[in-house]
């Protein structure tokens, strides 16, 4: 069946660092990863799209990397501030003809905390 | 600008009890619309979408269902609820700008006791 994989439930990094999250994944062809952020008690909230043609998206402080033969994604988020501290999700969207777009698959999420 | 509401924001209810959740959107027409749940220790799970008025997909088998009267309104319900159906549950819809782009409701934190 098809399983997606955050390398870990929390990552606490100290501020300024940079922090590296991963997203695996088995039994599943992607068109494209998406990665959010979850702050607590509300609703996802969409960070970055890397398509299964790109190897790397950046945005701001943000970098994804995504690699289709190791079926892995990085999220990177340089010069980390306590501000970041949040759950990072990663899904993944399949190629989708007609009707119903979306059907993302999530991951558990990561808990990021950043110390000053 | 798209919006989503949701309510109640919290809800406690006994096992056993109805339920129903309502989700509307706005600055959109005829948009997807999606239920997802967040049980603790689990991953977003998607339940319910909607690509129409009347028209519902399930993901996964379970006591719940939805509904979709109008075009911007989603209900998820339940005739009896159990212990695990707790969790914070999510409307969402594609953003317009960007339509693989999920946009999340503020949710509905749901505890069965």
């Known amino acids: 069946s098809q399983k997606i994989e955050q390398n870990s439930e929390a990552l606490n990094i100290q501020e300024g660092k940079t922090a590296t999250l991963t997203c695996n994944y088995t039994?599943?062809?992607?068109?494209?990863l998406q990665w959010y952020r979850q702050d607590p008690g509300r609703g996802p909230v969409f960070l970055l799209l890397?398509?299964?043609?790109?190897k790397e998206k950046r945005k701001e402080r943000l970098k994804v990397t995504f690699d289709t033969t190791l079926k892995q994604s990085l999220f990177h988020i340089t010069a980390s501030q306590p501000a970041d501290s949040a759950t990072y999700l990663c899904?993944?969207?399949?190629?989708?003809?007609?009707?119903?777009?979306?059907?993302?698959?999530f991951g558990k999420g990561t808990k990021l905390s950043v110390k000053p | 600008s798209q919006t989503i509401h949701q309510w109640p924001a919290t809800l406690v209810q006994p096992v056993g009890s109805p339920l129903s959740l309502e989700c509307t959107v706005e600055?959109?027409?005829?948009?997807?619309l999606y239920w997802y749940r967040q049980a603790a220790g689990r991953g977003l799970q998607l339940l319910f979408y909607?690509?129409?008025?009347?028209?519902i997909s399930s993901e996964v088998p379970q006591n719940l269902s939805a509904s979709r009267p109008q075009d911007r309104q989603f209900i998820l319900s339940s005739k009896k609820l159990l212990l695990s159906d707790s969790g914070f549950y999510l409307c969402?819809?594609?953003?317009?700008?960007?339509?693989?782009?999920?946009?999340f409701g503020p949710g509905t934190r749901l505890t069965v006791l």
């Open positions: 899904a993944l969207g399949r190629k989708v003809y007609g009707g119903s777009q979306g059907n993302l698959i």
């Open positions: 969402a819809t594609p953003r317009l700008s960007s339509y693989n782009e999920q946009f």
């Open positions: 890397i398509r299964e043609n790109e």
């Open positions: 600055g959109t027409s005829n948009p997807n």
């Open positions: 909607s690509v129409g008025i009347g028209q």
């Open positions: 039994n599943y062809s992607p068109a494209y």
